[in-house]
């Protein structure tokens, strides 16, 4: 693959990657939530074919075609699922600011760049360039998880979080051999697959899925 | 001998399919029990096998048996007998589908194999989100009504901690890049420990052991620790506690030895030592106004955890050989204090300390164990933990982390303090004869897991030459 | 140096020529999608001529204010469309076309708005100026920081070195600083020009106004100029958008054929966008007031994490 043409679109893809969990933190709507999740999903395909390409893989379409499925249709599509099952639609108004949501995410970024950036070394490649938004990522997911009450923005943080986590990956080593990652999106889909009945037994116990108020357990 | 290694993966999952397809005869609550067995025999054999020639390997290498992991299969395998033989439910309480619940426990033995012999960093990692995703219903099924939020808190951490893990084993491999073929294997991280780029493993380190200290409950990352297992069923929190923990510590041990060789031991020594003296502090000051004994037995095993990674910040051979034999003893000793608990929680029908007295008059047959149990989890000579608790702290001394030992010694007096005011309340004083005791079968697997804790203090001669071939397998810890 | 003026004069025509089309064409898109007929692309320009053509109505008392803050909007909107890269990247030598220029030239036609409001003495006019002095006081930063980081590979601040720059070179089209600033410079221009989801333009209920009420009190000619004088500042911020996002096709010289495919294509993208816009507004409700803010700041957000990325990684 011609080196500008593939800088360039690694380039465009984290873009999008990164734009799209700034809009997951800047929004309130749970459906539009999840339908950036799947953006976000079909962006990480995008990257996996890219890395895969440029490095030769022989494998390369089918990690696509599977990392495409899992997270750009079925892991949104269980969410979707959970959350009409529950109807919730919102997120639950939090006691924080908005603007202190973005100013943390923008601050967050901040600190990915500067953790990234020493770790692409001296000389680096498009690929290992772009290391920060997969970091970026990474955080963000975090503080989706930190800021929001409803228990579907939980899972979708969770998964921002895991797409960070695949972002660095394919942008450090080209992604892990393919049972690995066969494995690690099965797993994935089965901790979705779990909290999502979680959710529709919280509803039906409580009548509502805020995870601040679950405060039963403490000392 | 490859065929050994594969014993504790498929005799779980096979057992695991019977129990789904009888799943509503009680009888199925063998199986789980069964699969123990497997693994404690299989470990022990491998044992042999591995210190007196080579580690066994299996497909290319994916799965490799060393010392270390031979111990710790063994480990899981005694454990899980005591956990699942002494805490099997009683047939009047069994729910109709107990042949699920049997599924899933086997299902849960096999991850923690699979975690154990994978030698694949990327195999070692799916295994242990396994665990996770295997025990999330056997924590939702608990009786107490708050089984759902413990369960809710111990998923959602617990995987976010093993995502961060994640994080730190596609770093391993970025930094592995152009080294290896077939992905990260342990064996060949630690062959080319001197090519690896430092930076990179240096922050893959720190978040792999960020992550997996989050599924071995170490402090900060604790909170769903005491949640999790004070709501499980008693087998499950007893192998939970017992050995779960364990696994995924001995993953970090791994880290560590990886880590240590190529950037040196400074980092992780002061990352565990942080872990462990705050895993030690939070136990001591929430087990002293705990009300809950589940929780205090759950708190404990923060402390436990807490006092293995002092032992693995520690490093040298007489400290993570203590260490190995910690996990051994600990574990024993906790699950059967966890099916005690569950006992004594069906007898009295609370979980809280307040609501039970005199247990050594009411219930002689589950009083005497549960003080015994308390004394070994506090190290009282003659339980093996009372051994390893001081060779790790002496060790400690020796190599120069004086001031540390004694703040671990200081917070274990807490310790000591609050579990003795409390257990004492509940099992001393005035209390009329209880009706009700347990036939014979099932009282025992609380003595073989006490007494075994006991015997092991008086068979660290035999089992030295297994636990340094495990150091060993650790690249003899610096 | 007459090259210069001239694509300064074509860039004026031009301006003045799509603006009401523009409108035209948003107001047409709108109509259609809600299932009416509309009044048709060249409804605007009948507006403004049948404005123009009338006498001016001022309440007694009232000051100068009245007669020249409409004139300052237009004039300001026009050195606006001026100053910026419509049509071609050729600039008048030694005429300020700095992003710290423009954004004055902007900030003054919007403080001649809320004079106007002020002085009309009515509530809703006064109203209508501290909101708009709110949206404005949130966006400018963003403006400013967004074109900044869009103006770091150039290495330069002047718009048109910056268009000339992306033009040029167009891997840095879609770069995340790319990406990002022009996402938070997308939500500046709404906020602006007073579209949806920030301001709606065609309601006049009290609560929810924030142009209308500044312009409620002015008839006439008067409300001609503001009204032609808000639209020219949609032209140019909206032109200046697109060329930066999509800068294909400008002109960099002043030949007649460059500038008849520059004006083509600016004129094509800026009906683009316009219709694009319309038909999002047709989806999207007003923001409360106090969730204006909460929008804002995530395009501050998007254009400061802009700038970072610029420095640190790309």
């Given at each position: 693959?011609?080196?500008?043409?593939?800088?360039?679109?690694?380039?465009?893809?984290?873009?999008?990657?990164?734009?799209?969990?700034?809009?997951?933190?800047?929004?309130?709507?749970l459906?539009?939530?999840?339908?950036l999740?799947?953006?976000?999903?079909?962006?990480?395909a995008?990257?996996?074919?890219?890395?895969g390409l440029?490095?030769?893989?022989?494998?390369?379409w089918?990690?696509?075609?599977?990392?495409?499925?899992?997270?750009?249709?079925?892991l949104?599509?269980?969410?979707?699922?959970?959350?009409?099952?529950?109807?919730?639609?919102?997120?639950?108004?939090?006691?924080?600011?908005?603007?202190v949501?973005?100013?943390?995410?923008?601050g967050?970024t901040l600190?990915?760049?500067?953790?990234?950036?020493?770790?692409?070394?001296?000389?680096?490649?498009?690929?290992r360039?772009?290391?920060?938004?997969?970091?970026?990522?990474?955080?963000?997911?975090?503080?989706?998880?930190?800021?929001?009450?409803?228990a579907?923005?939980?899972?979708?943080g969770?998964?921002?979080l895991?797409?960070?986590?695949?972002?660095?990956?394919?942008?450090?080593?080209?992604?892990?051999?393919?049972?690995v990652?066969?494995?690690?999106?099965?797993?994935?889909?089965?901790?979705?697959?779990?909290?999502?009945?979680?959710?529709?037994?919280m509803?039906?116990q409580?009548?509502?899925?805020?995870?601040?108020e679950?405060?039963?357990?403490?000392? | 001998?490859?065929?050994?290694?594969?014993?504790?993966?498929?005799v779980?999952?096979?057992?695991?399919?019977?129990?789904f397809?009888?799943?509503a005869?009680?009888?199925?609550?063998?199986?789980?029990?069964?699969?123990?067995?497997?693994?404690l025999?299989?470990?022990?054999?491998?044992?042999?096998?591995?210190?007196?020639?080579?580690?066994?390997?299996?497909?290319?290498?994916?799965?490799?048996?060393d010392?270390?992991?031979?111990?710790m299969?063994?480990?899981?395998?005694a454990v899980?007998v005591v956990?699942?033989?002494?805490?099997?439910?009683?047939?009047?309480?069994?729910?109709?589908?107990?042949?699920?619940?049997?599924?899933?426990?086997?299902?849960?033995?096999?991850?923690?194999?699979?975690?154990?012999?994978?030698?694949?960093?990327?195999?070692?990692?799916?295994?242990?989100?396994?665990?996770?995703v295997?025990?999330?219903?056997?924590?939702?099924?608990?009786?107490?009504?708050?089984?759902?939020?413990?369960?809710?808190?111990?998923?959602?951490?617990?995987?976010?901690g093993?995502?961060i893990?994640?994080?730190?084993?596609?770093?391993?491999?970025?930094?592995?890049?152009?080294?290896s073929?077939?992905?990260?294997?342990w064996t060949?991280?630690?062959a080319?420990?001197?090519?690896?780029?430092?930076?990179?493993?240096?922050?893959?380190?720190?978040?792999?052991?960020l992550?997996?200290?989050t599924?071995?409950?170490l402090?900060p990352?604790?909170?769903?620790?005491?949640?999790?297992?004070?709501?499980?069923?008693?087998p499950?929190?007893?192998?939970?506690?017992?050995?779960?923990?364990?696994?995924a510590?001995?993953?970090?041990?791994?880290?560590?030895?990886?880590?240590?060789?190529?950037?040196g031991?400074?980092?992780?020594?002061?990352?565990?030592?942080?872990?462990?003296?705050?895993?030690?502090?939070?136990?001591?000051?929430?087990?002293?106004?705990q009300?809950?004994?589940?929780?205090?037995?759950?708190?404990?095993?923060?402390?436990?955890?807490?006092?293995?990674?002092?032992?693995?910040?520690?490093?040298?051979e007489?400290?993570?050989?203590?260490?190995?034999?910690?996990?051994?003893?600990?574990?024993?000793?906790?699950?059967?204090?966890?099916?005690?608990?569950?006992?004594?929680?069906?007898a009295?029908g609370?979980?809280r300390?307040?609501?039970?007295h005199?247990?050594l008059?009411?219930?002689?047959?589950?009083?005497?164990?549960?003080?015994?149990?308390?004394?070994?989890?506090?190290g009282?000579?003659?339980?093996?933990?009372?051994?390893?608790?001081?060779?790790?702290?002496?060790?400690?001394?020796?190599r120069?982390?004086g001031?540390?030992?004694?703040?671990?010694?200081?917070?274990?007096?807490v310790?000591?303090?609050g579990?003795?005011?409390?257990?004492?309340?509940?099992t001393?004083?005035?209390?009329?004869?209880?009706?009700g005791?347990l036939?014979?079968?099932?009282?025992?697997?609380?003595?073989?897991?006490?007494?075994?804790?006991?015997?092991?203090?008086?068979?660290?001669?035999?089992?030295?030459?297994?636990?340094?071939?495990?150091?060993?397998?650790?690249?003899?810890?610096? | 140096?007459i090259?210069?003026?001239?694509?300064?004069?074509?860039h004026?025509a031009?301006?003045?020529?799509i603006?009401?089309?523009?409108?035209?064409?948003m107001r047409?898109?709108?109509?259609?999608?809600?299932?009416?007929?509309?009044?048709?692309?060249?409804q605007?320009w009948r507006?403004?001529?049948k404005l123009?053509?009338?006498?001016?109505?001022?309440?007694p008392?009232?000051?100068?204010v009245?007669?020249?803050?409409?004139?300052?909007?237009?004039a300001?909107?026009?050195?606006?469309?001026?100053?910026?890269?419509?049509?071609?990247?050729?600039?008048?030598?030694?005429?300020?076309?700095?992003?710290?220029?423009?954004?004055?030239?902007?900030?003054?036609?919007?403080?001649?708005?809320?004079?106007?409001g002020?002085?009309?003495?009515t509530?809703?006019?006064?109203?209508?100026?501290?909101?708009h002095?709110?949206?404005?006081?949130?966006?400018?930063?963003?403006?400013?920081?967004s074109i900044?980081?869009?103006?770091?590979?150039?290495?330069t601040?002047?718009?048109?070195?910056?268009?000339?720059?992306?033009r040029?070179?167009?891997?840095?089209?879609?770069?995340?600083v790319?990406?990002?600033?022009?996402?938070?410079?997308?939500?500046?221009?709404?906020a602006?020009?007073?579209?949806?989801?920030?301001?709606?333009?065609?309601?006049?209920?009290?609560l929810?106004?924030?142009?209308?009420?500044?312009?409620?009190?002015?008839?006439?000619?008067?409300?001609?100029?503001?009204?032609?004088?808000?639209?020219?500042?949609l032209t140019?911020?909206?032109?200046?958008?697109?060329?930066?996002a999509?800068?294909?096709?400008?002109a960099?010289?002043?030949?007649?054929?460059?500038?008849v495919?520059?004006?083509a294509?600016?004129?094509?993208?800026?009906v683009?966008a316009?219709?694009?816009?319309?038909?999002?507004?047709?989806?999207?409700?007003?923001l409360?007031?106090?969730?204006?803010?909460?929008?804002?700041?995530?395009?501050?957000?998007?254009?400061?994490?802009?700038?970072?990325?610029?420095?640190?990684?790309?």
């Amino acid at each position: 693959m011609n080196q500008h043409l593939f800088a360039q679109l690694i380039a465009t893809i984290t873009g999008v990657l990164l734009l799209t969990a700034i809009l997951q933190i800047w929004g309130r709507s749970l459906v539009r939530s999840i339908g950036l999740l799947s953006v976000q999903g079909a962006a990480l395909a995008a990257l996996v074919l890219t890395v895969g390409l440029n490095a030769g893989e022989p494998q390369v379409w089918l990690v696509t075609g599977i990392v495409l499925l899992m997270k750009s249709v079925v892991l949104p599509a269980a969410m979707l699922r959970s959350a009409k099952l529950i109807g919730e639609t919102r997120e639950r108004p939090t006691t924080i600011n908005p603007a202190v949501e973005l100013i943390g995410a923008a601050g967050l970024t901040l600190i990915a760049y500067i953790v990234g950036v020493p770790l692409a070394g001296p000389d680096p490649d498009p690929a290992r360039q772009a290391l920060p938004v997969g970091f970026s990522l990474v955080l963000l997911g975090f503080w989706l998880l930190m800021i929001r009450r409803s228990a579907i923005t939980q899972l979708v943080g969770f998964l921002v979080l895991d797409n960070g986590i695949a972002t660095v990956s394919f942008l450090a080593s080209g992604g892990l051999p393919l049972t690995v990652e066969l494995g690690s999106s099965l797993d994935v889909l089965l901790v979705v697959l779990i909290l999502g009945v979680l959710v529709v037994r919280m509803q039906r116990q409580q009548g509502h899925t805020d995870i601040t108020e679950l405060k039963e357990l403490h000392d | 001998m490859a065929a050994l290694l594969w014993l504790p993966l498929t005799v779980p999952l096979l057992l695991a399919a019977v129990g789904f397809a009888f799943r509503a005869s009680y009888w199925t609550l063998l199986l789980p029990v069964i699969s123990a067995v497997v693994l404690l025999l299989t470990g022990v054999s491998l044992i042999g096998t591995v210190v007196s020639s080579a580690p066994v390997v299996a497909i290319e290498g994916w799965l490799r048996v060393d010392a270390l992991s031979a111990w710790m299969l063994a480990v899981v395998g005694a454990v899980a007998v005591v956990a699942l033989w002494g805490g099997a439910p009683l047939r009047s309480k069994a729910s109709t589908s107990i042949g699920s619940f049997a599924a899933l426990l086997n299902l849960f033995l096999a991850a923690m194999s699979l975690a154990l012999v994978a030698d694949n960093v990327g195999l070692m990692w799916v295994a242990i989100e396994l665990t996770t995703v295997t025990t999330a219903f056997l924590v939702a099924s608990g009786d107490g009504e708050h089984a759902l939020e413990a369960a809710w808190k111990y998923v959602v951490l617990g995987a976010v901690g093993v995502a961060i893990a994640f994080l730190g084993v596609a770093l391993l491999s970025a930094a592995a890049m152009g080294h290896s073929e077939a992905g990260v294997s342990w064996t060949a991280l630690m062959a080319q420990a001197a090519t690896l780029d430092p930076t990179m493993v240096q922050l893959a380190g720190a978040l792999a052991v960020l992550g997996f200290a989050t599924k071995a409950g170490l402090a900060p990352m604790h909170s769903w620790l005491p949640d999790a297992h004070s709501q499980a069923p008693a087998p499950v929190s007893g192998l939970m506690s017992g050995v779960l923990l364990s696994v995924a510590f001995s993953v970090i041990l791994r880290i560590q030895a990886i880590t240590d060789a190529v950037v040196g031991p400074e980092l992780m020594r002061t990352l565990l030592l942080t872990a462990g003296l705050l895993s030690l502090a939070v136990a001591a000051g929430l087990m002293l106004t705990q009300t809950d004994y589940k929780r205090l037995l759950a708190y404990s095993s923060i402390e436990h955890m807490g006092l293995l990674a002092l032992g693995a910040a520690v490093g040298g051979e007489l400290a993570i050989a203590a260490v190995l034999l910690h996990i051994l003893g600990h574990g024993l000793i906790k699950s059967t204090m966890f099916v005690i608990a569950g006992r004594i929680s069906a007898a009295t029908g609370s979980h809280r300390i307040e609501d039970v007295h005199g247990l050594l008059r009411a219930r002689p047959d589950l009083g005497a164990p549960f003080l015994l149990g308390t004394a070994g989890l506090l190290g009282f000579p003659p339980f093996v933990t009372f051994f390893t608790e001081v060779a790790i702290i002496v060790a400690g001394f020796t190599r120069g982390l004086g001031w540390q030992m004694a703040v671990a010694c200081a917070l274990l007096l807490v310790v000591f303090a609050g579990v003795t005011r409390q257990v004492l309340a509940m099992t001393l004083g005035a209390g009329t004869r209880a009706p009700g005791r347990l036939v014979w079968w099932r009282r025992v697997p609380v003595w073989l897991g006490l007494l075994s804790a006991m015997a092991l203090s008086f068979a660290l001669w035999p089992l030295s030459p297994v636990l340094i071939a495990a150091v060993t397998a650790l690249g003899g810890a610096q | 140096m007459i090259a210069a003026i001239v694509v300064t004069l074509v860039h004026l025509a031009f301006a003045l020529a799509i603006t009401p089309v523009l409108i035209g064409v948003m107001r047409t898109v709108r109509a259609r999608l809600e299932g009416r007929v509309g009044g048709g692309v060249l409804q605007p320009w009948r507006d403004v001529i049948k404005l123009f053509a009338k006498e001016p109505l001022r309440a007694p008392g009232s000051s100068a204010v009245l007669i020249w803050a409409p004139l300052l909007l237009m004039a300001s909107s026009l050195v606006l469309c001026a100053l910026i890269p419509l049509v071609s990247t050729l600039s008048l030598p030694g005429a300020p076309g700095e992003l710290f220029v423009v954004v004055s030239v902007l900030l003054l036609g919007t403080v001649a708005l809320a004079m106007l409001g002020l002085e009309s003495g009515t509530a809703f006019g006064g109203m209508g100026s501290s909101r708009h002095m709110m949206f404005t006081a949130l966006v400018e930063p963003t403006v400013l920081l967004s074109i900044y980081a869009l103006s770091l590979p150039a290495g330069t601040s002047t718009l048109t070195a910056i268009v000339r720059a992306r033009r040029d070179d167009l891997s840095t089209l879609l770069n995340p600083v790319s990406i990002l600033a022009i996402v938070a410079l997308i939500v500046v221009v709404v906020a602006e020009t007073g579209r949806l989801p920030v301001d709606n333009p065609s309601t006049h209920l009290e609560l929810t106004m924030v142009h209308e009420a500044m312009i409620l009190e002015s008839g006439g000619r008067d409300l001609g100029w503001l009204e032609f004088g808000s639209w020219l500042r949609l032209t140019a911020l909206l032109g200046l958008t697109v060329n930066l996002a999509v800068p294909w096709a400008i002109a960099s010289d002043a030949s007649a054929t460059a500038l008849v495919i520059g004006a083509a294509a600016t004129a094509l993208k800026l009906v683009v966008a316009a219709a694009l816009m319309a038909a999002v507004e047709v989806f999207i409700a007003k923001l409360r007031l106090f969730r204006v803010p909460e929008l804002l700041a995530g395009s501050f957000v998007l254009a400061f994490l802009s700038v970072s990325a610029s420095y640190l990684v790309f």
